[in-house]
């Protein structure tokens, strides 16, 4: 499978999953902070190690930070006093109480998030997870668990384990039933741990490999040079703006300038979004200058982000979306279109204009709540609505079917965004040597 197909897929997997993190609480649509709550004597006391406890941090975070102050018309004191009142059996009970009180709040952002759900969220946004460094995935065919790729300077990569490699048992146990996230939590685990993978490659006998595990950086960007009727474009995939995505930006528009990129197709279909800061950091890469992006919190707070006059290029760019580019691809997609500094050709984008904090809860538990809302230069509210493409260019039944079953398509002349991208950049380019001197043209 192409890696940038199976990046592709593995977006789309996670288009709803608004996943973010960061220790910077308003630079971000998702904040990782501590929690701290002040408890008195009497509450303390009753609540203390045992499941209420989680139930009051997440009630006393929602109280503090929630955006919407009248709480959806909701009584949340007395939501407090419901809850508390409760007598649970296990930490199940009161989760699934938790997340009860929470959608009578109407948001479906502010959710409550299992100790298993946290860990993911955090490695996912972190752009980093301790593991081996493999992408999975189950052959249809036989049901077997195969190696998609091993990341460039993993520990499986530095091994020799190659992609087709399929992965029979892990520590001992074999894989032939498990499902890519059970396989997936047994080989994750403790930096410096190991684990023991028997590998079938074709042609060879079974053999065994022993791997340390280590913290490993996801990558969140890849890009190519495309040669494209006698121009050179650079193609740049963002999966998500995780905490590593701008410095993997910037090193893909150094890299591809460097080998005379004559323009630019930046593409953030099925792209969930992020962290706010990092949309920032990306956009100030392409606009030289202009407004990107505002929020308000719930006291009517203004924080307002610009370009910093630091852009790493002025090509030609085109930025491809569709109705799962959501969040900070809003923003990042808003500023540029908004400020004339790329053309967006796809399809109407999600239309998520709110920002979440994240935080940590005492039992390994974590809560993302919504503190503010975020608008792009123009100041539209895009929440629930989004943002429309500069051209229009939809996909049919039959070329959805097709881009999905051949995912090595995505980003070719076969896939008909990327197409009328490349058509784009073409009349611009030829547009702008037309009007350069001729001799300089010749």
Not at 129 to 140: F, H, M, N, Q, Y
Not at 186 to 192: M, S, T
Not at 226 to 238: A, F, H, P, Q, R
Not at 398 to 404: F, P
Request: with cysteine.
């Amino acid at each position: 499978m192409n890696h940038f197909a199976n990046r592709f897929n593995l977006s789309k997997k996670l288009r709803f999953r608004n996943c973010k993190a960061s220790s910077l609480r308003l630079l971000a649509i998702f904040a990782f902070t501590s929690v701290f709550t002040a408890y008195n004597n009497s509450i303390e006391a009753a609540i203390e190690d045992s499941p209420k406890t989680v139930v009051d941090e997440v009630w006393q975070i929602v109280n503090n930070e929630f955006v919407d102050r009248g709480f959806n018309r909701v009584d949340w004191r007395q939501q407090r006093q419901e809850l508390l009142r409760k007598n649970y059996t296990d930490n199940a009970e009161a989760y699934q109480a938790i997340r009860h009180s929470l959608k009578s709040l109407g948001d479906p952002y502010t959710r409550f998030l299992d100790p298993d759900e946290f860990e993911q969220l955090t490695s996912q946004t972190s752009g980093e997870l301790s593991g081996v460094g493999i992408r999975l995935a189950i052959d249809e065919s036989n049901n077997q668990l195969v190696v998609v790729e091993p990341l460039v300077d993993s520990p499986a990569a530095e091994a020799g384990i190659e992609s087709g490699d399929r992965i029979v048992k892990i520590d001992n146990r074999p894989t032939e039933l498990m499902s890519i996230e059970q396989a997936s939590q047994a080989i994750k685990g403790e930096v410096g741990t190991e684990v023991n993978l028997q590998i079938a490659r074709q042609g060879e006998p079974n053999f065994d490999v022993v791997l340390e595990r280590a913290q490993i950086e996801l990558p969140s960007v890849d890009y190519r040079l495309d040669s494209e009727n006698g121009n050179k474009v650079g193609y740049i995939k963002l999966d998500e703006f995780s905490s590593h995505a701008a410095e993997q930006m910037q090193q893909a528009i150094e890299e591809l300038s460097e080998k005379q990129a004559s323009g630019f197709v930046l593409d953030l279909r099925g792209n969930p979004g992020g962290l706010l800061f990092s949309s920032v950091e990306i956009a100030r890469m392409w606009l030289e200058k202009g407004e990107i992006v505002s929020t308000i919190d719930r006291q009517g707070g203004n924080q307002e982000f610009s370009a910093n006059g630091k852009a790493l290029t002025d090509l030609p760019l085109v930025v491809l979306v569709d109705g799962y580019s959501a969040s900070a691809s809003e923003i990042l997609a808003g500023a540029l279109k908004e400020n004339q500094r790329a053309t967006v050709v796809g399809t109407k984008t999600y239309g998520k204009g709110t920002v979440q904090s994240v935080h940590s809860l005492s039992d390994g538990s974590g809560l993302a709540v919504t503190i503010a809302r975020y608008y792009p230069p123009s100041g539209i509210d895009i929440n629930h609505k989004g943002i429309a493409p500069d051209i229009q260019v939809d996909l049919t039944m039959e070329e959805q079917t097709n881009l999905s079953t051949n995912p090595t398509l995505i980003g070719t002349k076969d896939d008909p965004q990327y197409a009328r991208a490349i058509s784009i950049l073409r009349d611009y380019l030829f547009e702008s040597s037309e009007s350069l001197p001729a001799a300089v043209t010749k």
